[in-house]
């Protein structure tokens, strides 16, 4: 089954405490991205990986990082968490020269 | 900047009444426009889609219509149930080589039995 998946599903920590949410999809798609969705915010673009080794920066940058070793798996990183990144996330993949994006099934993440 | 302005939710109608989801959108070029559906505690799935002006998109008895004179896709469904019971997005993907995904905020719906 075609599908893009997200580890954990749910996660709470402690501020500045490092984690790891992980990406994995399974359709040999050259692009995924990360978003966080936020009440009356809709969803906003993170980072974005066009391809192996090729990253940049979304809209919400400033406290993630990323890296984009293989091409089907693309981990998000809090070095630092803080509360503000409390928030619903979301990855995302498509093939390359395509519109549709398929989204995971999101972790939410609480930092207190 | 390119960018998407939904109606705000959230909306609540009874069984098998009309729905529209007012959609606007501001992009230079010729986008593409898209409808995807949040159901509780899931992903975001594609609903439907137009990749040119004039051009209808419809799936599962929602539709709508990319026009280009108004800047809108607003989206309708002649008979809801309460299976759509749902959060609605409206998004684009600019013309050109870029293709990112820009979402509007988000419209709730709930049908009621």
């Known amino acids: 089954e075609a599908q893009v998946t997200q580890n954990p599903r749910y996660l709470i920590t402690v501020t500045g405490k490092k984690l790891t949410v992980t990406c994995s999809q399974n359709m040999n798609h050259e692009y995924m991205s990360w978003y966080r969705q936020d009440p009356g915010l809709g969803l906003r673009q993170i980072y974005y990986s066009m391809n192996v080794e090729v990253t940049d920066k979304g809209d919400v940058p400033e406290g993630y990082k990323v890296s984009r070793k293989e091409k089907r798996n693309f981990p998000l990183i809090l070095e630092s968490p803080s509360p503000n990144q409390t928030s619903l996330y979301f990855c995302?993949?498509?093939?390359?020269?395509?519109?549709?994006?398929?989204f995971g099934p999101g972790t939410r993440l609480t930092v207190t | 900047g390119d960018s998407v302005t939904q109606m705000e939710g959230p909306v609540t109608l009874s069984e098998e009444a009309f729905l529209t989801i007012n959609c606007t959108y501001t992009a230079t070029g010729y986008p593409s426009l898209f409808w995807y559906v949040q159901y509780p505690g899931e992903g975001l799935q594609l609903l439907l889609k137009a990749t040119k002006a004039d051009d209808k998109g419809s799936n599962k008895g929602f539709e709508a219509t990319y026009r280009k004179e108004t800047t809108s896709f607003h989206l309708e469904k002649g008979s809801v149930q309460v299976s759509d019971s749902a959060v609605y997005f409206c998004a684009l993907v600019p013309g050109g080589s870029a293709r990112q995904l820009t979402f509007g905020s988000g419209t709730q719906l709930t049908v009621l039995p």
């Open positions: 995302a993949s498509r093939k390359q020269g395509g519109d549709e994006q398929y």
